[in-house]
């Protein structure tokens, strides 16, 4: 069981930069590829970032490529995701999720977070 919190959301103008956070119960982190995901208003969930395992592979979705960054420390039981010259669009619910096996957009993931708002105004 992998028990994942998410942190650091909150409200920010548009150009600027939040750092979310997510920490992970339990001595199996490292092996789980983690994945965060956002679910607008009206709007289904969406995938956004992706880490494999060691940190080594990285996948992004297009819009947010060359402004967001995801990256995880495996000895704090952390994965975060930098957001950098925020927009409007990107306000939502940010979630994260690990998967045992699988990693990217397509993965199952097995255990989620309760997600942390993200609200970027114009």
């Known amino acids: 069981q992998v028990q994942l919190v998410e942190s650091g959301g909150g409200l920010v103008q548009a150009g600027g930069s939040l750092r979310l956070s997510c920490a992970a119960s339990?001595?199996?982190?490292?092996?789980?590829?983690m994945g965060w995901f956002r679910q607008a208003p009206g709007k289904e969930r969406e995938f956004v970032a992706a880490?494999?395992?060691?940190?080594?592979?990285?996948y992004y979705e297009d819009s947010v490529k060359g402004r967001f960054r995801i990256s995880r420390v495996n000895a704090k039981n952390t994965v975060y995701l930098q957001m950098n010259s925020l927009k409007p669009e990107d306000t939502a619910v940010y979630y994260c999720?690990?998967?045992?096996?699988?990693w990217g957009a397509g993965a199952a993931y097995d255990y989620w977070g309760q997600g942390t708002q993200v609200t970027v105004s114009s």
């Open positions: 880490i494999s395992r060691s940190g080594g592979s990285t």
């Open positions: 999720a690990a998967a045992y096996t699988g």
């Open positions: 339990g001595r199996t982190f490292s092996s789980y590829n």
